[in-house]
């Protein structure tokens, strides 16, 4: 298991190698001079030029690529152009709103999402299937964006319970932080949600068909223990496997997300570093999301060796 | 007969929901299980062997099938009148089962010891530590060496044949009095197929345990088994103490049965078979069932089904004409 996890570990170093090259080659692959799209229509050629050396593109491209890794490992990606301040610190600021609304959601996602795909599997074929799928289907048609826009009319300025965005640390209040965050978490998740319970209610139907279901009946287990101890842990290992996948949806579905309910999270300010053109920011929060990504993707696979036996050997 | 049997069938009829309406699988089974005896349950693939032993363990698909008819006597309780809690209780704790696909059978996630752990934790009130004790036991018993490190091991790690092992020691880590064993040994090879025949015979000499060994190998049932009980498309066909089905079948099926087994003592190039296939489900004939296969048919088997007839000391088959049966058995 120690060295399945080192191995993983590893293994992660290579991409993000390359996410960092991706990521310095945006600004070499920018259309026309990215100097002169900063400064802008009325800059004069001497102004272009200081431009051009404080961003440090009047070196050598290897120079350039030298100076980015250099700076990358000392933890520095460059200044914001739009913020006035080092990158790292805007991210810094930035992420915990995201990750944290992102870790709700998914909280959010894995109790209902299972909550519901298992109910509907045991009662398979009654009203309480039918309801649940239903359920499920509207919650994968909807869109986040409208569904934060209907909770605002209806939770905010008809009823009056929640507010209609911003946000309030965890740190500094909990409370606070909760009544803040559960809409946009609400809608981010409800869309995850419709599809974790469709994969658990399908995956559980079959689970519940295998041998091992049968001879745990025949042991003599209660039918709460056949699903919750049996069943489950099987339901279990494909769940893990998209649960990946569903965290990266909530991360980067948070740029509208974030938008709609005016939340100060690293998705309002990579979009607004993209409308900005904020190259040095842009760069920074890629590599900054790609590395959160990819952390969360090795914990999952880990989670993954941990839940299947079968998985570990390899 | 003076002793009540372990386990009785009277009339037990158990229906399938199919396409087209109901089916009938298993149509008026009748059979006794003694307490310490083996009854080999012989018949094709389709023939009601399985649904019969689902049907005594309450584990017949929720949906899709039903009991219909007749009673399930154990140690004189009808089971079918038993609430599902009871038939908890009584599963796993008085009737173990084993099944078929022993590399299925075992939950892929979970160490073999915990599997068997769990059985007796559900049953009896035991301290984890001694139901860990009593499972190194049981796995020692069934011949699986270094318990306590293996009681770690998940199923795939372990062979079809060590897997089945397991099995059996889940089905007997309550002592119950009756395992169903439905064909054990039919999805290994054939040395592990005797050393598991051995094994069950050794526990079963051991423990006084009855057996209802469901099998189409013949093989199997002439090394195992006491009494025998022929099944075709859902019917007992014969029934008899194991000597007697081997040396006067009463039955054409039963005789048809034995000719199509392979034996190396005799000198054939083709093996026997018995012409055409089961009837269909749906549509069974109105008659014996074996009719249409039958080389002995004649038009009153075609009138209705045959009541069984007595043929010698607990020896009965379900035909017109077992005279002839018998005498086609000397034949073959």
């Known amino acids: ?314 | 007969m003076s002793q009540t049997p372990l386990l009785s069938l009277r009339n037990l009829r158990t229906m399938f929901t199919g396409e087209n309406g109901e089916v009938v699988a298993v149509d008026n089974v009748s059979f006794d299980v003694n307490a310490g005896e083996i009854v080999g349950v012989v018949g094709e693939s389709g023939s009601g062997k399985s649904v019969t032993a689902l049907s005594i363990m309450g584990l017949l698909p929720k949906t899709g099938a039903r009991i219909s008819g007749g009673e399930i006597l154990f140690r004189g309780r009808d089971l079918l009148k038993l609430s599902s809690r009871e038939m908890r209780g009584l599963r796993g704790r008085e009737i173990g089962m084993i099944f078929q696909e022993p590399m299925s059978s075992l939950n892929p996630v979970f160490p073999i010891g915990d599997q068997i752990v769990e059985t007796i934790i559900a049953h009896e009130r035991i301290g984890h530590r001694a139901a860990s004790a009593r499972a190194a036991d049981l796995l020692n018993r069934v011949g699986i060496s270094s318990p306590a490190r293996r009681m770690l091991d998940y199923p795939h790690q372990l062979s079809g044949g060590m897997r089945q092992r397991v099995m059996i020691a889940i089905a007997l880590a309550c002592s119950p009095k009756l395992l169903l064993a439905d064909e054990p040994t039919t999805a290994l090879d054939v040395t592990i197929q005797a050393q598991l025949l051995d094994l069950l015979r050794d526990i079963q000499d051991e423990t006084g345990m009855a057996i209802v060994l469901i099998t189409h190998n013949m093989g199997v049932i002439a090394e195992c088994a006491d009494r025998v009980v022929v099944m075709y498309a859902g019917r007992v066909a014969e029934e008899a103490p194991v000597d007697r089905i081997f040396d006067a079948p009463n039955h054409p099926y039963t005789v048809g049965l034995l000719g199509s087994t392979p034996d190396i003592t005799r000198d054939e190039r083709r093996l026997w078979t018995i012409p055409g296939s089961l009837p269909r489900i749906e549509a069974p004939p109105s008659g014996c069932r074996f009719a249409p296969r039958c080389q002995l048919a004649i038009a009153d088997c075609e009138r209705g089904q045959p009541q069984a007839v007595q043929i010698g000391a607990a020896h009965w088959a379900a035909c017109l004409r077992t005279q002839d049966a018998s005498s086609l058995g000397r034949k073959t």
């Open chain 1, 1 to 314: 298991m120690r060295a399945y996890a080192i191995k993983r570990i590893l293994q992660a170093i290579p991409i993000l190698m390359l996410v960092s090259l991706i990521s310095f080659g945006i600004m070499q692959l920018v259309p026309g001079d990215p100097a002169s799209l900063l400064a802008g229509p009325n800059a004069t050629p001497a102004e272009l030029e200081q431009v051009r050396i404080n961003l440090g593109l009047d070196k050598p491209f290897l120079t350039q690529l030298f100076i980015f890794y250099g700076n990358l490992l000392k933890g520095d990606l460059g200044h914001s152009l739009l913020l006035g301040k080092p990158v790292t610190e805007a991210v810094f600021e930035r992420s915990p709103v995201s990750i944290s609304i992102a870790l709700y959601s998914l909280v959010l996602t894995v109790i209902f999402g299972l909550a519901i795909g298992v109910l509907a599997a045991i009662r398979h074929n009654t009203w309480v299937d039918q309801i649940a799928t239903s359920f499920a289907l509207i919650g994968v048609s909807l869109p986040n964006f409208w569904l934060g826009l209907v909770m605002i009319v209806v939770f905010s300025v008809h009823l009056g319970l929640l507010p209609t965005g911003g946000y309030v640390p965890f740190t500094r209040d909990p409370m606070g932080w909760l009544v803040a965050a559960t809409m946009p978490a609400v809608s981010l998740a409800l869309m995850q949600i419709g599809l974790l319970a469709r994969l658990t209610r399908s995956t559980m139907l079959e689970v519940l068909s295998q041998d091992y279901i049968r001879t745990a009946r025949a042991k003599g287990l209660s039918e709460i223990r056949v699903i919750a101890k049996h069943a489950l842990a099987n339901v279990m290992i494909p769940v893990v496997t998209v649960l990946g996948m569903i965290l990266s949806v909530l991360m980067s579905g948070s740029v509208i997300v974030e938008t709609v309910f005016a939340i100060p999270g690293i998705g309002s300010l990579l979009g607004n570093a993209i409308l900005g053109r904020d190259y040095p920011m842009i760069q920074g929060g890629l590599l900054f999301v790609a590395a959160v990504l990819l952390t969360l993707n090795i914990v999952v696979d880990l989670l993954y060796a941990y839940l299947d036996p079968r998985v570990r050997v390899r």
